[in-house]
């Protein structure tokens, strides 16, 4: 199985800042044929399933905010929130759908500062 | 709009077993994929499977293999994950969750299914 691996478990940003979350996984999920990161991006509020952010590592899904972004490739990406608003406060998931099991990162939690 | 309406919450002994629906609308069903996520009390997200809605076929995660149907209806546009011999370790919330393919991101999500077990 793909280990994805997040890092911080938490942070606390004050609004407005920028918000860094970093997902590492045990193998590549680059895809060489089409040349795709089989890599995305969930938002769960409290209360609430996950909500879609980013596939293919960086494309942002239909009607998210451009302040969240979505970088790297092979093993090692990245998720950026540019200025934190107070809706954004959540746990955030990167997950591999590149091999079966589809595994998700242990989550990290963003926090108001 | 794209909606997946799950079946409510369940309380089961240890060793029933549970089916859980969750019926969509808004798009055409058998040109997706249908997953099934669990998010036990303070774990990450768990994929237990996909099925194919239109050719039925399906994959399973290895840990559930034993003990995990997933099956669709396509007249009545919903998928089942069905699990067996339920342990306390199966208390979660389950989700389904839409993929255009087996092979892509989840794009919609239904609202969950807290199953309990209890003796």
């Known amino acids: 199985d793909i280990v994805m691996t997040q890092s911080p478990d938490s942070l606390a940003v004050s609004l407005g800042e920028r918000a860094t979350i970093n997902c590492r996984s045990s193998q590549s999920v680059l895809y060489s044929s089409n040349n795709k990161n089989y890599l995305a991006w969930y938002q769960q509020k409290p209360g609430q399933p996950p909500k879609l952010l980013i596939y293919?590592?960086?494309t942002r899904e239909s009607g998210v905010p451009d302040r969240f972004s979505g970088s790297g490739s092979g093993t090692d990406f990245t998720l950026t929130i540019s200025s934190l608003q107070a809706e954004d406060l959540a746990v955030y998931y990167c997950?591999?759908?590149?091999?079966?099991?589809?595994?998700f990162g242990q989550g990290t939690k963003v926090e108001i500062k | 709009q794209v909606l997946l309406v799950q079946s409510g919450p369940e309380v089961k002994k240890p060793g029933a077993s549970v089916k859980v629906s969750c019926k969509a609308s808004?798009?055409?069903?058998?040109?997706?994929?249908m997953n099934w996520v669990r998010q036990a009390p303070g774990q990450r997200l768990e994929w237990m499977g996909w099925i194919n809605a239109d050719n039925d076929n399906t994959r399973y995660s290895q840990k559930f293999q034993d003990r995990v149907t997933i099956t669709r209806d396509t007249s009545a546009s919903t998928a089942y994950l069905e699990l067996y011999s339920l342990k306390s370790e199966d208390t979660a919330v389950y989700y389904c969750?839409?993929?255009?393919?087996?092979?892509?991101?989840?794009?919609?999500w239904g609202q969950g299914t807290l199953v309990t077990v209890s003796s």
């Open positions: 808004g798009y055409t069903f058998t040109t997706y994929a």
């Open positions: 969750a839409r993929a255009a393919s087996g092979w892509d991101a989840f794009d919609s």
């Open positions: 997950q591999q759908h590149y091999s079966t099991p589809h595994t």
């Open positions: 293919w590592a960086s």
